[in-house]
């Protein structure tokens, strides 16, 4: 698995002329900004109450800004909401294909990172994550990272030799190391510095390669 | 790009109103800068710049759909 940088970083196209332009009018923490979708299953499970109402403005907003991000991007997109144990969950629906989701989920992450960054800046007592989906992409990555454990786990106990994967996220490593957690004969271990690591599996009874 | 980037910004920061974006158009590549009060660096750019690296992530998606590049510069 090859993960490259795709940061657009560096002083590459840089002009010396600049030019400023647009002093960024309209406000945009208007709570109050009309929402154009039908919320589903979210309220399912409302109890009433204040506590709940707020918590209803919070999702309201929070999904609008959401929608607002996807729309700038250049993708029409449907939002909906649900509750899921206690975390506000946020399913994307929309025309922009692979797009929204990216190189190894790293678009969709970046729109998570930053809602929660949006949702800590607007609501300092909110103390629910929010997470978010499209296509069913997280359920899928679970599933291809389980078999993929599985296959290099067999793979090393029959060439006795370690097998390093990756560069990956965390969350991606995470279920590698519980996918072989069960396994008596390999061993997992992550390797590097940073956000992204390999990861290596090495076969127990031979002990670790160098 | 500029509308996605002040966007993001404005809800990013504590003084929305200093948040100023300028897009200088190359042939195929933008240069969006980025100014924000001085307060508010830390929170466009996050601890170990994650936040940062996560709007150029968003912004690189909306440049690909357009089929061109964009740089962020983040003005300090």
């Known amino acids: 698995m090859e993960w490259k940088d795709q940061d657009l970083e560096g002083e590459e196209g840089r002009e010396d002329e600049v030019h400023r332009e647009g002093e960024g009018e309209g406000s945009l923490n208007s709570p109050e900004k009309p929402f154009r979708f039908e919320e589903k299953g979210y309220w399912e499970k409302s109890i009433p109450g204040k506590e709940e109402d707020e918590r209803e403005k919070r999702v309201t907003w929070l999904r609008t800004t959401l929608t607002e991000i996807i729309e700038l991007i250049g993708i029409n997109a449907h939002v909906e909401a649900q509750r899921r144990e206690g975390k506000i969950f946020f399913e994307i629906k929309g025309d922009g294909g692979g797009l929204i989701i990216g190189k190894q989920g790293q678009t969709l992450d970046a729109l998570q990172y930053i809602l929660n960054k949006i949702a800590a800046n607007r609501y300092r007592e909110l103390k629910e994550k929010v997470i978010l989906d499209t296509e069913n992409y997280r359920g899928r990555r679970v599933e291809a990272l389980k078999n993929m454990a599985l296959r290099m786990g067999e793979k090393v106990k029959k060439l006795k030799k370690a097998v390093t994967i990756g560069p990956l996220n965390p969350q991606d490593r995470r279920i590698i190391h519980i996918t072989l957690s069960g396994d008596e004969n390999v061993r997992t271990e992550s390797e590097g510095e940073g956000f992204y690591k390999k990861l290596v599996i090495t076969p127990k009874s031979t002990g670790r390669k160098d | ?76």
């Not at chain 2, 500029?2 to 158009?25: F, G, T």
């Not at chain 2, 980025?34 to 998606?61: F, N, P, Y």
């Open chain 2, 1 to 76: 790009m500029k509308e996605l980037i002040e966007y993001i910004a404005k809800a990013l920061v504590d003084n929305p109103d200093q948040v100023k974006v300028s897009e200088i158009e190359g042939e195929r590549t933008s240069v969006i800068e980025l100014t924000v009060a001085k307060e508010d660096l830390g929170k466009v750019i996050g601890k170990q710049g994650r936040t940062a690296r996560a709007i150029r992530t968003i912004l690189s998606a909306a440049s690909t759909k357009i089929k061109r590049h964009s740089v962020l510069e983040i003005i300090e």
